[in-house]
């Protein structure tokens, strides 16, 4: 009798846990007013100040509704600010997962921000409970991005002392590059044909790093040209170059001592239009016949037309670009070509500006990071992939740590 | 020399007025007569290498012609090659793929009419394909020429398949924001905010936010993705560099052949989910999205010319190293 | 087909066949194409740079009825500071607009491609050279060492001599064999645009092609 007496209580109870336990887990049936079957609200509202912002954007999460994906149409997100009433700023349809995020990038710095979550179905409108207030505050510093802060540091100290080095007057060395040597020649065999030097500055503006670098070498081409009394010819494609070309070359002459020699016309405008300009420079090379073709700066599709037009009419051909999908035709066509960072190091090694030498200098601090990181880092990853060294594996991780950008 | 100048003008001047008026239009050679054509070229071919082993080298005029005849040929001729797809252009499909109806497509048009051949038939393809699946498309340029070209391509697709013309509404299936100057800063400035730089479309002059497809599309954190058509600067490169690495946004491109190798580092390290690259890469993208076009069509003449290019510069090498031998 | 567009066709396709008979000899048509191209091609320019960025971002803007801004100004200032270049007396007020497009781009490019092309190419390169199928191990070999024998070339402070010279040629051999690729790609590129001016010659001018 006892016996069973405390297995029908037993029974009784797990009959109850049970109940409770599945009552947790199926829809729980809210009727409206109406009679209509409410979805049940989504929990969990988690809000906070997005990380690393200007203090306009909060982020909001939430666990799903438990009738989510069957029967819902998705999410409103309501927000009210300060004591305000609460209104709809967003909605988010559903896909089935264990939960949402939204970021909201419309709210004002400094001001408090509470949210609610409603779950949508055809039953009707069902709503989350409020969030804590939360207030979007702007960080000076984006600490993700610290790596590269330091990085940036390195090399542009490193650009910066090596100028302060080089305007102390110490020597800086920058090894031989071979096109160089082949410049003034060129000029010289234009002057012995009697014949101009045809300068082409690329097709890019002012603004371009490439066309600073033509600009540079251009100076001491002119002096060259001004100092043999040869011819320079100069189509430009955009105004600015012509500006500062004709500025560059009137001191050239100037310098050597030849201010009577020089004329505007030596540079003149063509087109902005790339393949009018070609057509126009193809022209000139053709008619004209320059003993000499310097092409320097940025060239597009342009290149290989330049480049084989010269190499028809017979003229020394120097190329330096540091556009890569062009180097091919100026290698192929050209009788030297100044590769990618070569022009850059053409430019300064002419013109001995301790600015220019500095920063050459920075950056082969910055190839030698780079190099060392390489290095380090295949070997690390290389170590970790094929035998598992925990050391290996912590090196590994901070070189892409080190070299990442999120 | 100007009369012999004047009478060859007079006579290719004639050749074209004859083609123009007197042949039969279209002209199509049969599969017998493309493979006499194929063997006919081929023992052109061999006697050029025989004179160059003779000494007797072709001079550039005849191997400009030689070039001409191979991409011309094949436009009359019946074959298709087999075309595999790249992992590059396939990761451009399914970015697209991967879209769900309604989702935003930021759709940047960089090129000008002179890389139209290249870039034209992959735009063509890709406004199909987001017509055909609901994809909607946000065009604008960083060229002037950008955002004409893309009324092109959508004309060309609603030409090609009329019943786009009642199927898709413009300001609700996609919209023309047009150029804007100021080559990469417009992409900086749409990072914040596209209004600020596109405040009108270019086609009906609306109003920004009064177009439906823009709703809710504040920067590029409102786009679900991004496609670019690039020829050159401003392009892919500064996409990459402004939107992609500082704002997240998820890209493919389509570029010209000259661009790509270019674009190549930035697909290794994942920062583009796929590229196009010439028309090759368009021929794929057209085949992979089901919507054969232009760049399935120039592909035989593009690889006729390769072959030619190949052989010529066999000849070639073989020329120079005897002379060298010859020197020596 | 209406006339006008007839003729914008026949103009076209002469005009195509102007230039392309520079590849037999420069001559009087060429000329003529030429000097039509450049000149309709710096119009063009005039014309997309006063509507483009005159007239949309400065006029436009400055009479906006609701929002004038009053920023272009300052563009339009270093624009006409920009045009003081003529004259020799005040010609140096033009190195002030010149330096602030400089600095400007200078300014945005910095960063930019400091974490595009270096911090996340190198962070590319770090890869395991053991691992996977043997394509990817030799893929992943050839891309360090390419990029690593690359950049020992581009080093400027050590001259190319010993092992250093020696990794710096296998840097120029991997940057030829690149260069060779890329050459190959533009000449595809090229061959394109040759075949799109194909089509139109021998499809929409001569409607030869089907």
Redesign the interface.
Known sequence: MIFGKSLYCSFIIIACFFTVATAQNEAVATVDSVGQILPQPPGNIIVADHKYDNGGIIDIAWDRSPDDPLGIDGYNIYRACGDGDFEIV?FVLPGGMESYSF?D??VERGESYRYKISVISSGGESFSESSVSVRGDWEFFDLDKLN?LI??II?CGSVIGFIFTARAGRKL????ISGLEALEEAVGRATEMGRPILFIPGI??????QT?AAITILARVSRIVADYDSKIEMPVSRS?VM??ARETIKNSYLAAGRPDAYYDDMVHY????????V??V??IM??DKPATCLYLGAF??ES?ILAETGN?IGAIQIAGTA???Q???F??ACDYTL????LF?ASAYLSGDPKQLGS??GQ?V???V??A???I??LA??V???WQFKFFGWL?DL??SM???N | MLKKELIVSALIAIAFLIAKFLLPKPIQFSRTVSVIIIILLALLFFFIFILTVKGKYIGRRVVFLLVGIALLLPFFMQFTLPLQISPEVRGAYDGLASLKGGSKVLASFDYDPASAPELQPMAEAFFKYCFDNDIKVIVMGLWPQGAQQANLAVEAAMEETPRYRDEIQYGEDWVNLGFQAGNEFVIVRMGESFKAMFPRDIVKNLPYDSIPVLKNVRNFSNIDYSINFSAGKPGTVEWVQVAVDRYNLNMAAGNTAVQAPMAYPYLKAKQLTGLMGGMSGGAEFEKITGKFGKATTYLLSQSFAHMVVIVLILIGNFAFFRERMRDK | MGFWEQFGIWLAALFTIGIISFLYKDNVLYKACEAIFVGVSAGYWFVVYYWDMLYKKFYQQVTDPVNPEWYPWLGVILGVLMLTRLSNKIGWLSRWPLAFVVGATAGLYMMVYFVSNAIVQIQGTIVPLAEGTAGDIIANILVAAGTFCGLIYFFFSKEHRGAFGGAAKIGIWFLMITFGASFGYTVMSRMSLMIGRIDFLFGRWLELIP
């Open positions: 967003a970021i990038d419309k590269i990085l940036g090399v060395f920058i090894r031989k890019l503006d002012m603004d371009d790093v600073l600015l500006t500062t063509v087109t902005d239009e790339q393949f009018g300009y057509a126009a193809n022209g053709v008619r597009f599709a290989l028809y556009r890569p999908g180097l091919p035709f290698v192929a590769i990618g960072e070569e190091a050459l200098k082969d910055g190839k030698f780079a190099m990181a390489m290095i880092g295949t990853v290389t970790v992939s094929a590994s070189m892409y070299f990442s950008t």
